[in-house]
């Protein structure tokens, strides 16, 4: 049984946010509570899908190793954020690997106990559509990122991302390592270096895992930025 805590941060992603709270604690009953190190991995790709997840501390990465052996990073999931639905509920196998990146806690869910409640209540068939289209759309997003956004403008938007204000200066703590940072940007390490260059004319400075962003709104009015407007002038 998890404890109030955590089942407020199982609240908060959207496989669980839509549903009733007697539903809610129901799937709780049925879930447990599982920590991992750094390193770590939930599950390799190709496994059985068994479990869905929710990221309870800590961050987690999910990636595929290419034909060429190099890894890429499909997301990034920290607290509150599911993983794994569509797939567990279709009893496939996982596209691709889950690790942790930091010492985490994930809430686990055999899919079973979640299709067993659906015949009983649809609501809970809603709630999957409404995670699954959320996910879709994070991926959508990120497509947009990789072909409308310069590497500077994608780290400006994960920068800004990671803050907690809207004006004036901020400092925040990159939570992984700027490797993954670069592969979660669809970037190679030196082409992130050169971005974090770019961005200290617009008074970013990053110091080992901390950036200072010194006018956030600058930083987002330069992320929001149409590249193309400079090929619409001459037209």
């Given at each position: ?8 941060t199982a ?10 709270d007697e539903?809610c604690l ?6 447990t509570v ?5 390193g770590e991995?939930?599950f390799l790709?190709?496994?059985i ?6 990221s309870l501390d800590?961050?987690?990465?999910l ?6 052996g190099?890894?890429a990073?499909?997301?990034v999931?920290?607290k509150g954020r599911?993983?794994?639905e569509a797939v567990?509920l279709?009893g496939?196998?996982?596209p691709v690997?889950?690790?942790a990146v930091t010492e985490?806690?994930?809430l ?5 106990a979640i299709?067993?409640l ?5 609501e809970?068939?809603?709630?999957i559509v409404?995670?699954?289209?959320k996910h879709?759309?994070g991926?959508v997003?990120?497509?947009?990122q990789?072909?409308a956004h ?10 800004l991302?990671l803050?907690?204000c809207?004006?004036g200066?901020?400092t ?10 670069a592969?979660?940007l ?7 270096s050169?971005?974090?260059n770019r961005?200290?004319s617009?008074?970013?400075?990053v110091h080992h895992n901390?950036a ?8 987002r009015?330069f ?6 407007a400079?090929w619409?002038?001459?037209y």
């Amino acid at each position: 049984m998890i404890d109030d805590k955590d089942l407020a941060t199982a609240r908060e992603a959207v496989l669980f946010a839509s549903l009733p709270d007697e539903l809610c604690l129901s799937l709780m009953q049925r879930a447990t509570v599982k920590s991992f190190g750094r390193g770590e991995s939930l599950f390799l790709q190709g496994d059985i899908a068994e479990n869905l997840y929710v990221s309870l501390d800590g961050w987690i990465k999910l990636f595929r190793i290419t034909p060429t052996g190099s890894e890429a990073v499909v997301g990034v999931f920290t607290k509150g954020r599911s993983f794994g639905e569509a797939v567990a509920l279709n009893g496939e196998l996982y596209p691709v690997s889950a690790e942790a990146v930091t010492e985490s806690r994930v809430l686990m869910l055999r899919a079973s106990a979640i299709v067993s409640l659906m015949r009983e209540r649809p609501e809970v068939g809603l709630a999957i559509v409404s995670s699954v289209f959320k996910h879709l759309q994070g991926l959508v997003g990120q497509i947009e990122q990789l072909k409308a956004h310069t590497g500077a403008q994608r780290v400006a938007e994960f920068l800004l991302d990671l803050s907690n204000c809207n004006q004036g200066s901020c400092t925040i703590k990159l939570p992984y390592d700027k490797s993954l940072i670069a592969g979660r940007l669809g970037m190679q390490p030196p082409s992130l270096s050169r971005a974090f260059n770019r961005l200290e004319s617009l008074g970013v400075t990053v110091h080992h895992n901390q950036a200072t962003i010194a006018d956030v709104e600058r930083l987002r009015n330069f992320m929001l930025e149409d590249r193309s407007a400079p090929w619409r002038k001459v037209y």
